[in-house]
């Protein structure tokens, strides 16, 4: 019962974080120019690449803790800061990607790792945050209910991109801002309570 607490509450919390919905805009202007069938396997690779990413830091996140000989406070007030800095940039209009990396991303068939997967969808925070759920969580079992948690979130990403193209046609511009500013309030909060707990942990 207690892996299976693990596994709800690490999706619960991986969720506004990687913020699937709100990748599905990226994606698809990135995508706009290729055929079907492409763009269907890019969303497809791109759900797997999360869930091989944060299945990695899960199971061996708190390894690298140890071996920079980073705390777990330590690491609740950095991921803090880093996923309370995301929320704030998705509630005031920013761009995700810098100029360079657009370019980059211009002459890119296969956008599916970068930048789908790694930065914008399985970035620093959720990284930080599934380290952070690992360090908490210690076991084999735990470790596969986080493993869960993020193949649950890679199959999201997949139904997400493959099919909500026609969402973001249907929101437009407006109503895509104002859900990624919702998600991004969300994130921010998330962001100010790990750094409270990392303040409390050092206090304590």
Do not use: W
Request: hydrophobic share 60%.
């Amino acid at each position: 019962m207690h892996a299976l607490q693990v596994a709800v509450s690490a999706f619960v919390a991986l969720l506004p974080i990687t913020n699937p919905i709100g990748a599905v805009a990226a994606f698809a202007g990135m995508t706009g120019s290729q055929e079907p069938a492409a763009v269907r396997r890019q969303a497809t690779m791109t759900g797997v690449y999360v869930f091989v990413i944060l299945a990695v830091f899960a199971v061996l996140g708190t390894v690298v803790l140890s071996a920079f000989g980073i705390t777990i406070p330590a690491l609740q007030i950095a991921g803090g800061l880093v996923v309370a800095h995301a929320g704030f940039e998705m509630i005031v209009p920013h761009e995700r990607l810098t100029v360079a990396e657009r370019s980059n991303v211009a002459a890119k068939t296969d956008v599916s790792f970068s930048p789908m997967a790694l930065p914008l969808i399985s970035g620093p925070g959720a990284i930080g945050v599934i380290i952070a759920l690992a360090a908490r969580n210690p076991g084999v079992e735990n470790r596969a209910a986080l493993a869960c948690a993020a193949a649950a979130i890679g199959v999201l990403v997949i139904v997400v991109l493959r099919y909500g193209t026609p969402l973001v046609d249907r929101l437009g511009a407006t109503g895509v801002g104002a859900l990624t500013r919702v998600m991004g309030f969300l994130i921010l909060t998330i962001g100010v309570e790990l750094i409270i707990l990392g303040v409390l942990a050092v206090r304590a």
